[in-house]
């Protein structure tokens, strides 16, 4: 069925897009429920025939990102006084964001551990408006007004995320190792400390790829996709979402489960006519059954995603740094110390040999787009 998905990515003012319209007599809709395909047929697939449980989990991270892991935008506290040489901004947080995918990548991790570390670091910048904790408020004035204590913050946060989410876990001394000794060992955990409490150790955010698949998973008895194209759309929603990830606006602002929306309303654009039917119909009912943001806001993200996503093909090879501390990409096999997990058999330590990712005499030299990539190529 590889015909029916259209990998050619037309410019966007050219392109075909679906625009969200909600209609409150959903189940007027005409719908044809298709026979659920075999077990076996998603073996090798992150969704779930069992759209009770998938229905619950999406229930309840919905309800976590409204009420446990809220956060706002942070920048305008900057934006709003006179403009500081060391104040952060957007662009600082992109090249940071494209930064912790260069380690994970080299690393082998799974891209996902940059999407939780980064909503930490937002989560924590913008506490400070929603739940102030007074020994982490100091922390975020310095950190907003200077590039070297948001580096720093970012590194703890994927330290941080690494230890949690990964089956590897490196001390302290490898993050300090790849700063080329800009961070000390104990400048990392301090700044992980302060960084947790200001979370209140609440560190496992539902992420919008995670919600992508139960919100795909709800899709399944209303389609009959092969397995190639269930594939497909998988890969296009991983793509859109770690590029949500590098945005200020799209992952700072909206909710993560507003950015996984917008991201399978832009992979459904790349379907077939009468698969992305099926898809839409199936979608819309879906939206109105959950407590997701009016169609409006879901609009309005998918249009600023897939603008992101456009730009950042049209930039390939755009380099940057942000100008502070000397943070390379350099590993060294006798500083970085790795451990497994117990409760894992074996893992890959392509981190502990002695290798050069990407070395630079500036703090932070990567090439933006090349962040995100398509696995799919149909």
Same mark, same amino acid.
């Given at each position: ?119 930490? =670091? ?13 020994? #982490?408020? &100091? *922390? $975020?004035?310095?950190? %907003? ?99 949500? =990830? ?13 950015? #996984?929306? &917008? *991201? $399978?309303?832009?992979? %459904? ?110």
């Amino acid at each position: 069925m590889a015909a029916a998905i259209q990998r050619v990515v037309h410019p966007l003012s050219e392109r075909e897009h679906t625009q969200i319209t909600i209609h409150h007599t959903s189940m007027d809709c005409q719908i044809k429920t298709t026979e659920m395909p075999s077990a076996s047929v998603f073996t090798s697939l992150p969704l779930t025939r069992d759209v009770i449980s998938a229905a619950n989990a999406l229930s309840v991270m919905i309800d976590k990102e409204q009420a446990v892991y809220r956060h706002s935008g942070y920048l305008q506290c900057i934006a709003g006084n006179t403009i500081e040489e060391d104040a952060i901004t957007e662009e600082d947080r992109i090249k940071l964001a494209d930064w912790c995918y260069t380690v994970v990548d080299h690393c082998q991790f799974n891209r996902e551990t940059v999407a939780i570390a980064m909503e930490m =670091v937002d989560r924590f910048l913008s506490s400070s408006q929603l739940v102030p904790v007074p020994p #982490a408020q &100091a *922390a $975020i004035d310095t950190i %907003l007004h200077s590039r070297r204590e948001y580096q720093l913050l970012t590194m703890s946060a994927l330290y941080t995320s690494i230890k949690i989410h990964e089956r590897v876990t490196f001390d302290s001394d490898f993050f300090s190792s790849i700063s080329r000794g800009a961070y000390s060992v104990h400048e990392i955990e301090s700044m992980e400390r302060i960084l947790l409490l200001g979370l209140s150790w609440r560190v496992n955010a539902p992420t919008s790829i995670q919600m992508a698949h139960h919100i795909l998973s709800l899709l399944l008895p209303y389609v009959d996709l092969e397995e190639l194209s269930w594939g497909f759309l998988l890969d296009e929603v991983r793509f859109q979402t770690e590029h949500a =990830v590098r945005d200020y606006q799209l992952f700072t602002v909206e909710r993560a489960s507003t950015v #996984a929306i &917008a *991201a $399978i309303f832009n992979a %459904l654009d790349q379907v077939n006519a009468s698969d992305r039917v099926n898809l839409l119909s199936a979608l819309l009912i879906v939206i109105q059954d959950f407590e997701f943001e009016s169609t409006s806001v879901l609009n309005r993200a998918k249009n600023q995603l897939l603008r992101l996503v456009m730009d950042g093909d049209s930039n390939e090879g755009d380099d940057g740094d942000i100008g502070t501390a000397d943070i390379s990409m350099e590993v060294s096999n006798s500083d970085a110390n790795v451990s497994t997990h117990p409760s894992q058999d074996s893992t890959d330590l392509s981190c502990k040999s002695s290798s050069t990712m990407s070395p630079s005499t500036s703090p932070i030299t990567v090439t933006s787009t090349s962040c995100c990539s398509r696995r799919c190529d149909l």
